[in-house]
């Protein structure tokens, strides 16, 4: 089955500074990507998503980058705030259609 | 904020009982997913409903189910409780047919405590 995984459980940076959240996912036929940001006792939020015939995609000071060939996600966060502190998921489609697979979760925080 | 809503957003029940957890969709969204998400674990796809029917089920026994009513809200329904389905139980709603996947937006959840 399809498996998700992140290669940093935890990440601690400056405020001000550039974040990076990697995951590494198993399914080459993935073709849909979401990341999301969760906060303590809160639900997923959608930051970014990304498809299969994109590499690279940016929005408000966040970047997703997409290399089909090792099967690996980044998220890039810009001038990353004390708001940014949450776990960051990397979720991929699986069967049916819009049921994604998460992996355990990078930890961010961010020290002002 | 999604427009996705949930209720109860915490909820105590007994080993053995049943409960029902509610969920709102996103105006114009007409597919919800049900996910679990144990503490310190990713969410797990527990089933999905486009247009009141079932459209794909994780790996959860049969004693999880779920209806969708017409105008999309859900019900996800857990009976003989368990000690390990202690979690926050969560809605997501999307919008396409089956076979068309695109953004999925996530509702605050259900903390339920299983004791």
């Known amino acids: 089955g399809e498996s998700v995984g992140l290669h940093l459980p935890t990440l601690s940076v400056q405020e001000g500074d550039n974040s990076i959240i990697n995951c590494a996912y198993s399914n080459s036929a993935s073709d849909y990507f979401i990341w999301y940001k969760q906060e303590s006792g809160k639900g997923p939020q959608f930051i970014i998503d990304?498809?299969?015939?994109?590499d690279k995609r940016q929005g408000q000071r966040v970047t997703v980058l997409l290399n089909k060939t090792v099967k690996h996600l980044s998220l890039q966060i810009a001038a990353t705030q004390p708001g940014d502190s949450a776990v960051y998921f990397c979720?991929?489609?699986?069967?049916?259609?819009?049921?994604?697979?998460f992996g355990t979760g990078t930890s961010l925080t961010v020290i002002p | 904020e999604t427009g996705v809503t949930q209720s109860p957003t915490h909820l105590i029940k007994t080993r053995g009982q049943q409960v029902t957890l509610r969920c709102s969709s996103q105006?114009?969204?007409?597919?919800v997913s049900w996910y679990q998400q144990a503490l310190g674990q990713g969410p797990q796809f527990i089933f999905q409903y486009y247009r009141e029917e079932e459209n794909g089920r994780g790996n959860f026994p049969p004693r999880f189910s779920g209806l969708q009513f017409p105008n999309y809200s859900s019900e996800l329904n857990v009976n003989a409780l368990e000690l390990d389905d202690s979690a926050l139980y969560l809605c997501?709603?999307?919008?396409?047919?089956?076979?068309?996947?695109?953004?999925?937006?996530f509702g605050p959840g259900t903390r339920l405590t299983v004791t």
């Open positions: 997501a709603s999307s919008s396409g047919p089956p076979g068309q996947v695109g953004e999925q937006y």
């Open positions: 979720a991929e489609n699986g069967e049916p259609r819009n049921q994604f697979y």
């Open positions: 105006s114009g969204h007409n597919t």
């Open positions: 990304i498809r299969s015939n994109m």
